[in-house]
């Protein structure tokens, strides 16, 4: 059952089959500082440590572009049940409850800065034995069959209605060499029915990203073989649905 508590400024929201209300101190720096490792909160970076006997991944919302040199780590507030944290929070909820390979979410927090101005954090479970797609592809190839896995997973997600809003390769994870699972569904949602568009646009996301590693690193392990495996995996799933 999810719980919600208020402490200062901060609203708090927690899975209490996995933590309790003392998960609050979770989401202070100076604890999440010294519980792990001292690794740094860094953009686009995650930060992994253990609580209470699990594996867990804290991930502060940081903003992009050239608004994110000014303004980093604050959002325009609006609702709460609108904030991109609490968005991200239920939608991997309601994805790993459809069975779908997700990080299962274990709490997030919003924080109001100012009247209209908050920050937020979502921490979720790790998901152990596991390497994102950019950093295997920078090391091995992968096998034909693994990226048809691949194709017939994102197939899944497309058949359940259920939008990433930023499939690339960090947001894919391979874990123990032959199960994937998608990361990061910030701006996700689960969009009833999912168009034939928006489904392409996921997959064509992907390719993008594909290329564009490839064009930066000479050893990207990738070739046009492998894509034409993953899609066809993919129109294979959707064609049987």
């Known amino acids: 059952m999810h719980r919600l508590f208020k402490s200062g ?13 003392n998960c609050g101190k979770l989401f202070q720096l100076e604890w999440l500082h010294a519980n792990s490792g001292g690794q740094k909160l860094e ?11 699990l594996e867990l991944v804290f991930k502060q919302y940081h903003r992009g572009g050239l ?6 780590k604050t959002y325009r507030y609006c609702r709460l049940k609108n904030t991109r944290v609490w968005r991200e929070f239920h939608m991997l909820d309601a994805t790993h409850k ?12 919003c924080t109001g800065i100012t009247p209209i101005a908050y920050r937020g954090a979502v921490i979720t479970e790790r998901v152990p034995g596991s390497k994102n797609l950019t950093e295997i592809l920078c090391e091995q190839p992968l096998s034909n069959e693994l990226w048809g896995k691949l194709g017939t997973l994102i197939a899944r997600f497309h058949t359940l209605n259920v939008f990433h809003a930023d499939l ?74």
């Open 67 to 72: 608004i994110g040199r000014w303004i980093a």
């Open 168 to 241: 690339n390769t960090s947001n894919i994870l391979l874990a123990d060499k032959e199960k994937f699972y998608l990361v990061d569904f910030d701006k996700g949602e689960v969009r009833t029915p999912l168009s034939r568009k928006d489904a392409e646009s996921n997959v064509a996301r992907l390719h993008r990203s594909l290329n564009k590693l490839q064009g930066r690193h000479p050893a990207f392990c990738f070739s046009e073989d492998n894509w034409q495996a993953l899609t066809s995996a993919y129109q294979r799933a959707i064609n049987s649905d």
């Open 43 to 53: 953009r686009g970076t995650a930060v992994m440590f253990q609580y209470g006997g």
């Open 98 to 109: 459809l069975g779908l390979p997700v990080p299962r979410p274990v709490a997030a927090c």
């Open 9 to 21: 400024l901060a609203t708090v929201i927690y899975d209490d089959e996995l933590v309790d209300a």
